[in-house]
């Protein structure tokens, strides 16, 4: 049996590169960029239905209204709003969704996913999903990998352990991560056949994750936990304590554990 699995939605973050289409104060993610629904409202869409959880949300006070309101918009209630104090990168919120998760459902599965990725065959993404679970639910941290069609330098790129040439979602160890390659590097990763382009989405249980924060990255743990332990509920709004969390580092995710 599919254990169910709880999406977290990072959508905190500004958009600034595709101004003046995406600005500050209204970002790429809420934006209709791909069809009639925001790439937010897709996300979340993408993230419904049988053995998916309602959603948390990771945001910015700035973007609360908007978040909830597209979120009622597809008749869909998150499960919690987190409101990050400041943008901290990847590893804090994604340690702060962790722990209240964990308060919620110890050991629940969480699949942590962007807010602003174009994802057209959802059945296929869903699937992959679900043929992770079992291995996520077994304490590995997993990540998504997508089979790259040119030699990209615009993303980090996964190192497979096994060759596979019709690329099914099947869970496999990784032999680990390349940073954001020169074109020549690209050019060879795409040859050899054994890459994939990291999506950023990742699939852990609370437990998991958060044990690899203690081992690799205490003080974000630390800081995000006294964050947690302090906020205040606002409506329906977790808003994350300022002062723990304004001394967290900014650094994401990749860097901090994976």
């Known amino acids: 049996m599919t254990p169910i699995i709880h999406p977290v939605l990072l959508c905190g973050g500004s958009g600034t590169r595709l101004w003046p ?3 500050k104060s209204y970002p790429k993610q809420f934006v209709e960029l791909a069809s009639k629904e925001s790439l937010y409202q897709a996300s979340a869409r993408r993230l419904t239905g049988p053995g998916f959880a309602a959603p948390t949300l990771v ?8 978040a909830i309101e597209q979120l009622a918009a597809l008749e869909t209630l998150p499960a919690d709003i987190l409101i990050e104090p400041a943008a901290k990168n990847t590893a804090a919120a994604i340690c702060a969704a ?9 050991g629940g599965l969480m699949l942590l996913a962007p807010s602003d990725h174009v994802i057209p065959e959802v059945e296929r993404f869903q699937a992959a999903v679900e043929a992770a679970a079992p291995t996520a639910q077994a304490g590995q941290l997993v990540t ?4 790259p069609d040119r030699p990209e330098t615009g993303y980090g790129w996964l190192e497979l352990s ?5 690329f099914a979602p099947e869970p496999q160890p990784l032999k680990g991560f390349v940073e954001k390659p020169d074109l020549a590097s690209a050019e060879a990763l795409l040859a050899g056949g054994m890459h994939l ?6 699939l852990f249980s609370t437990t998991a994750i958060l ?7 205490p003080e974000v743990l630390s800081a995000c936990r ?3 332990e302090g906020a205040e509920k606002d409506l329906s709004f977790t808003r994350l304590a300022p002062e723990p969390w304004n001394t967290l580092p900014d650094i994401s995710i990749d860097y901090a554990v994976m």
């Open 21 to 23: 289409l995406s600005r």
């Open 59 to 66: 945001t910015a006070a700035d973007f609360r209204f908007i």
């Open 98 to 106: 962790a722990l209240a998760l964990d308060a919620r459902e110890s």
């Open 144 to 147: 998504f990998g997508i089979r």
């Open 162 to 166: 096994i060759p596979t040439s019709d």
């Open 197 to 202: 382009w990291n999506a950023g989405i990742f």
């Open 211 to 217: 044990e690899a924060f203690a081992a690799y990255a």
């Open 226 to 228: 006294a964050a947690f």
